[in-house]
């Protein structure tokens, strides 16, 4: 920690904090006579009946504070959330996908980040290469969970050509760690052609199944190739024939591993069923949507709620055209769904379009990849209705903003049309369908469209 500790940002109203007469400037130093690492050893520390708390305030006086916090939040934000600087990645991973990006875009997107912290806080993989025993003894101390993964093969020598790292083998070793000191993790592979997968893979699923049930799933990913990859590592994208290579593998283990331990484990993300052109699994073969933000379950579980939201209501009398748009993945989904919508409520006209994404390559399918100026090439002209619906991940989280930054006015002001945000879930994408609705619009069987979203 530096000389200067921790620096508060926002008090809370009514807090512990506000009562000690704690502002935003003042300094955090240290608590028991322990200083603060980052978040984590704050969170961790404040978690007691009673502390003492030593604060530099803004005019150089040193508090010590003996604080009765019973377990209570004190209701203090800090300048760094992390309270700590992020950790930057070590690698030079052959699939990495910043590697693959353009010249020329905001300087965030160019940060490749692998710190263990933002597991925790945000869901992020993190490889375990910059790791040192303190942090893993952290982990085990605090008790953190779960941690997230990046694995993609168990082989050491071929985890360190993957990663460019010759420590990347080593580093597994943390994984056997954490499964001793009894941590959940979830696994991550991002399967590169001729690379990690057949034999490879095989090999990674059977020695990760060996940390079950501390290791609680493992999700495969296809390798994203970009047409920037230029002077990298020469990579294929997956055919047909490859994803269902994968999948004959991963029913195998599935069945193997639901028979011994109630879990299917081992999961493909949706992209492997669809470029394989086999059908989805059934809800229960996700074991809960355990690993939804890797692209696991997605398009079932949006199925899954367009049906019950559909089913909660009646359809009227009301009419208007909007329009759709997303990316060649999840289009042919978006689509069907939209048909239900328009078969209970036959005024509305729904147009899905499906956008190539120009600016990184056709072989980028997934909405969140695509830029605004694609969405504004690719639209101009086209029956686009009243409203544009576009999902949230196509923008930058909590921003209005496309990777491009591009804008949400600018699209709006480039074609013409009210654009709506829509969030993820087959409520939001029902809802944001049929628009607002009057309180006391009887079509809707009593309910309140909002009411049966967020019920």
């Known amino acids: ?220 990913v296809p390798v994203g190739i970009s047409k920037y990859r230029n002077g990298l590592y020469p990579l294929e994208a997956l055919n047909k024939e490859d994803a269902r290579n994968v999948l004959d593998i991963v029913k195998r283990w599935q069945k193997k591993l639901y028979k011994t331990h109630g879990s299917h484990f081992i999961h493909a993300s949706d992209e492997f069923y669809i470029l394989a052109g086999l059908p989805l699994p059934e809800e229960e073969e996700y074991d809960g949507y355990i690993q939804l933000e890797n692209g696991v379950g997605m398009i079932r579980l949006l199925e899954e709620e367009v049906v019950a939201a559909l089913a909660k209501l009646k359809g009227d009398n009301q009419s208007e055209e909007i329009s759709i748009a997303t990316g060649k993945l999840a289009a042919p989904y978006i689509e069907e769904h939209a048909k239900r919508v328009m078969k209970k409520f036959p005024g509305r006209t729904v147009h899905v379009y499906t956008i190539t994404n120009e600016f990184f390559g056709e072989q980028i399918t997934v909405a969140g990849l695509i830029t605004g100026q694609d969405l504004i090439c690719q639209l101009k002209g086209k029956k686009l209705g009243s409203r544009l619906l576009l999902p949230e991940c196509m923008f930058r989280s909590g921003e209005e903003v496309f990777l491009d930054d591009v804008t949400k006015t600018d699209v709006q002001n480039a074609l013409q049309v009210q654009v709506d945000i829509v969030k993820s879930s087959g409520q939001d994408f029902v809802q944001a369908i049929l628009g607002p609705v009057k309180e006391n619009d009887a079509s809707y069987d009593g309910y309140e469209l909002k009411e049966i979203i967020y019920e």
């Open 1 to 220: 920690m530096s000389i200067k500790g921790h620096i508060i940002k926002t008090v809370d109203p009514d807090s512990i904090a506000e009562q000690l007469e704690l502002e935003p400037g003042d300094a955090v130093l240290s608590i028991d006579g322990k200083v603060l690492e980052d978040i984590f050893d704050y969170e961790y520390y404040i978690n007691s009946e009673s502390i003492l708390m030593v604060v530099r305030k803004k005019n150089g006086e040193e508090w010590e504070l003996e604080i009765e916090n019973e377990y209570q939040d004190l209701g203090i934000t800090f300048e760094n959330g992390l309270m700590s600087d992020y950790r930057s990645c070590r690698n030079n991973c052959i699939f990495c996908f910043i590697d693959q990006m353009p010249s020329g875009m905001r300087e965030t997107l160019y940060f490749k980040d692998d710190d263990s912290r933002l597991s925790f806080l945000q869901g992020n993989y993190v490889t375990l290469t910059n790791m040192s025993d303190h942090d893993i003894k952290r982990i085990i101390e605090f008790k953190l969970a779960p941690i997230n993964i990046s694995v993609h093969t168990t082989n050491p020598e071929l985890r360190c050509k993957m990663l460019h790292n010759r420590f990347a083998g080593e580093a597994l070793q943390k994984i056997r760690q954490l499964y001793e000191a009894e941590i959940p993790m979830n696994g991550q592979i991002v399967l590169c052609k001729g690379v990690n997968d057949g034999k490879e893979l095989e090999r990674t699923i059977r020695d990760l199944s060996e940390y079950l049930p501390y290791m609680k799933s493992v999700s495969i």
